[in-house]
């Protein structure tokens, strides 16, 4: 019994599958960050243009 419980605490075969899993993770919350951040600025420069277009459409009627 002793002898199967230090193999098992020696054992490091699933070690890779939680480092991949770790590093997936933290793309995905960066991805996450960056694509909420994109958002934002799209919808300044959206909003901006959309100003824009009806100043001019105002101006031209």
Same mark, same amino acid.
């Given at each position: 019994?002793?002898? %199967?419980? &230090? @193999?098992?605490?020696?054992?490091? %075969?699933? %070690?890779?599958? &939680? @480092?991949? +899993? ?11 960050a960056?694509? &909420? ?9 959206? +909003?901006?243009? =959309? /100003? %824009?277009?009806?100043?001019? =459409?105002? /101006?031209? /009627?």
């Amino acid at each position: 019994m002793k002898k %199967q419980i &230090i @193999e098992f605490l020696r054992d490091e %075969q699933g %070690q890779d599958l &939680i @480092e991949y +899993t770790l590093l997936m993770a933290f793309v995905c919350l960066t991805s996450a960050a960056l694509f &909420i951040g994109a958002g934002n600025s799209v919808s300044g420069i959206w +909003t901006a243009t =959309n /100003s %824009q277009l009806t100043a001019a =459409n105002a /101006s031209a /009627s």
